[in-house]
């Protein structure tokens, strides 16, 4: 069966201070990959999409980045990271096509201070 | 244009009543898929039921149901018999056969079971 790992659950980072989290698939090959943030209460931003490896979409210009190093394995990073980074971060996988739900990882909740 | 519409931020029930989550959706494709997920305060995502747009019946999972009306383009969320457990957010979302298919989700209704 396919499972999905995100790591870590919790992080607190200074302002400025460079950020990587990472997902990753087991059970699948060739999975396409997202990473959304969420601020308190609120729904859902697509940050970045991937389709297969090096394929990175951004959806939104901001002070992240993200790459797909291997099939399963999405990471968002940052350089230097703003207040506004807080929030709630989910990666999710899911097959192609309009008939897969996407699954989602634990989420990493980030407090930048 | 917004593709996805939950119009209520916050809905309240009393235990082991039904409750009817409300979703609006914008799509001039054909072929779509609708999809619910629960949020409880963990912040883990769960995947509740799943309605295609070509599917004659509507779908049901367990107390969970869909009712979609293809004519009006919503796909609302009926829960039976309300549990406690079951106070969480609650997305509604919509993938298109497009190429780039990425799910589009709407901006959430919190439910509150009462006891």
């Known amino acids: 069966s396919q499972t999905i790992h995100q790591w870590p659950a919790t992080l607190v980072q200074p302002v400025g201070s460079p950020l990587s989290l990472e997902c990753t698939v087991e059970?699948?090959?060739?999975?396409?990959l997202y990473w959304y943030r969420q601020a308190a209460g609120r729904g859902l931003q697509l940050l970045f999409y991937s389709v297969g490896i090096g394929q990175i979409s951004s959806e939104v210009p901001q002070n992240l980045s993200a790459s797909r190093p291997q099939d399963r394995q999405f990471i968002l990073s940052s350089k230097k990271l703003l207040l506004s980074d807080s929030g709630f971060y989910l990666c999710?996988?899911?097959?192609?096509?309009?008939?897969?739900?996407?699954?989602f990882g634990s989420g990493t909740r980030l407090t930048v201070v | 244009a917004q593709k996805i519409t939950q119009t209520q931020p916050g809905m309240f029930v009393q235990e082991k009543e039904a409750v009817t989550l409300d979703c609006t959706y914008d799509t001039s494709d054909p072929s779509y898929g609708l999809f619910w997920y629960k949020q409880p305060s963990s912040g883990e995502m769960i995947f509740l039921i799943y309605?295609?747009?070509?599917?004659?019946q509507n779908a049901t999972e367990g107390r969970y149901s869909l009712n979609f009306q293809k004519a009006r383009k919503s796909a609302n969320l009926v829960i039976s018999a309300s549990q406690l457990g079951d106070s969480a957010m609650y997305f509604c979302a919509m993938r298109e056969s497009t190429i780039n298919n990425d799910m589009r989700f709407g901006a959430g209704t919190r439910l509150t079971v009462k006891p």
């Open positions: 059970g699948t090959s060739n999975p396409n």
């Open positions: 999710a996988w899911s097959g192609t096509g309009e008939t897969f739900g996407y699954t």
């Open positions: 309605q295609g747009s070509y599917d004659q």
